[in-house]
């Protein structure tokens, strides 16, 4: 029989030291989000860091524990403090994270980094060697590994490998940067799929390619376009990545109603600084100064989930927009109104559901974003069909939604303020008919509609194809 092992840089839920004891909790992002709705009970094998530098048997009975309990078997691996430090912190997180997504002047190309990449992407072609069997399919994700599938080969490894990319792909201005960018590219040509969420990111890749390496033959053809390289023919998708919008409606149906004296305008982000947070504070302080008749009449609510990434561009981006808030709230702020709530945490589940249901905007900033579910998890459970997305046109979602929602430029922070009034003073009509068909949209490309237009074109074969597992 066969079965689906996933690999991703970090579990759906790890161990987090507190005190003297481990305590398992849910992981933050949208990989993980995504997955867990794509896979849900299916007998896929999840290996993937467990957030801790050892296991000791007791911890690995509790992340699978606790994963089964989920629908998942776990495979957690522990990685050393350099491993931490030097291959997540390094190469993927200090490295191809900003520069992928713009922010050049925060890589920093170590060396050392790179050595880490190397050992951690053979580390893990080596567990999975160990777990594998005949006739398993390998579905990789993300920026972590793109060496993977050239170690697993060297393993005599022979399944079938398909990756996906989270995040988008940089064009060659600035994918050059990167001393080791040969390596890389010829890392991932050895997958037998690549999937990306837009066809910018796709022309990006086959543009670096083009450039790159030597003796490839790409035949670009709509769905699939396929390399050839040394021998061998990978192929090239592009699957935006959705919401399980079905589960968003139904949670959204019964969530307890919020206060809404005011009109809400809702932002969800994790602590990074490809969210265009701070800019996002300078358009609303910008708003109240230029439209002082909304003010008390609407509130930003803004939740902020803390990063798991340990660099110092995050402390200072903390800092930095807490001032800012503070000072919106300082000099707008009343006795009765306080212009941004700031919630500096992850949101738990159901108030996430209450939010995105009674908000009247739902405000999505990013800088550069591969996708960002956050703007369609709002679509899937504003069941009223009265609430406005406004979205950075830099983010994957835009190249599919911009029909249906307010489109802003963060770097525009006018434009940006204005687009903010746009949404909230528009006619109960006319904000109906976008999120209709903004709803329509993400109802039919939902996460199943994701996964399973990937595993056809990687393996010939479906989610449901895959067993259930049992409790
Ligand atoms: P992320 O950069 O993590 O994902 P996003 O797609 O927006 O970005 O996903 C974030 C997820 O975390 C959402 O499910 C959201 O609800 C949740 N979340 C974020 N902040 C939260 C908070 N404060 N409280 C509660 N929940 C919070 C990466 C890429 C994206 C891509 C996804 C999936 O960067 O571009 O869309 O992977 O491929």
């Known amino acids: 029989m066969e079965r689906l092992i996933v690999v991703s840089a970090i579990l759906p839920i790890h161990l987090q030291k507190e005190g003297k004891e481990y305590t398992v909790k849910v992981s933050p992002g949208g990989l993980v989000t995504a997955l867990k709705q794509a896979l849900k009970k299916r007998q896929a094998i999840w290996i993937g860091w467990a957030g801790v530098n050892r296991l000791n048997k007791q911890m690995k009975e509790l992340i699978v524990k606790e994963g089964t309990k989920e629908g998942f078997i776990l495979y957690p691996v522990p990685f050393t403090d350099e ?46 060697k160990r777990v594998i069997h005949k006739d398993d399919l390998i579905w990789v994700h993300d920026y972590h590994f793109f060496l993977l599938p050239e170690y697993l080969k060297k393993a005599g490894v022979k399944n079938k490998t398909a990756f996906f990319l989270h995040i988008p792909f940089p064009s060659p201005e600035l994918f050059f940067k990167i001393p080791w960018r040969i390596d890389l590219l010829k890392g991932l040509l050895q997958y037998d799929l690549i999937g990306f969420h837009t066809y910018i990111d796709r022309k990006n890749f086959l543009d670096c390619i083009n450039e790159l390496i030597e003796n490839v033959n790409i035949q670009i053809k709509e769905p699939v376009t396929r390399i050839s390289y040394n021998g061998k023919t990978v192929k090239i998708g592009v699957f935006p990545i959705s919401v399980d919008f079905d589960y968003y409606e139904e949670k959204a149906k019964s969530a307890k109603p919020l206060d809404r004296r005011r009109k809400i305008i809702l932002g969800i982000d994790r602590l990074d600084y490809t969210k265009g947070l701070i800019h996002k504070i300078k358009a609303y302080r910008l708003f109240l100064q230029k439209y002082p008749e909304l003010h008390c009449k609407v509130k930003l609510v803004q939740a902020v989930a803390p990063n798991i990434k340990k660099l110092p561009e995050y402390d200072q981006l903390k800092v930095e927009f807490e001032h ?96 903010l009034y746009r949404a909230l003073t528009m006619s109960l009509e006319e904000k109906s008919q976008m999120m209709k068909r903004l709803r329509k949209h993400i109802r039919r490309f939902n996460i199943g509609w994701w996964s399973n237009a990937f595993l056809e074109t990687a393996f010939g074969k479906k989610i449901e194809d895959f067993p259930i597992l049992e409790d």
């Open 324 to 419: 800012l808030v503070s000072d919106v709230n300082g000099k707008f702020g009343t006795d009765r109104w306080t212009p941004i709530q700031y919630i500096s945490r992850r949101v738990d589940f159901e108030k996430l559901i209450r939010y995105y249901r009674y908000s009247d905007v739902c405000w999505v900033n990013s800088i550069k974003d591969g996708m960002n579910l956050v703007g369609k998890e709002y679509a899937a459970a504003n069941i009223d069909e009265n609430g406005v997305l406004l979205l950075s046109e830099f983010t994957g979602a835009a190249t599919e939604l911009h029909n249906n929602c307010i489109l802003v430029n963060p770097y525009d922070i006018e434009g940006t303020a204005d687009a």
């Open 83 to 128: 491993e931490r430090k030097n291959f997540f912190d390094g190469f993927s997180n200090g490295i191809i994270w900003p520069l992928f997504h713009t922010f050049q002047a925060y890589a920093r190309f170590e060396p050392s980094y790179w050595n880490a990449y190397k050992s951690v992407n053979k580390k893990f072609a080596q567990i999975i």
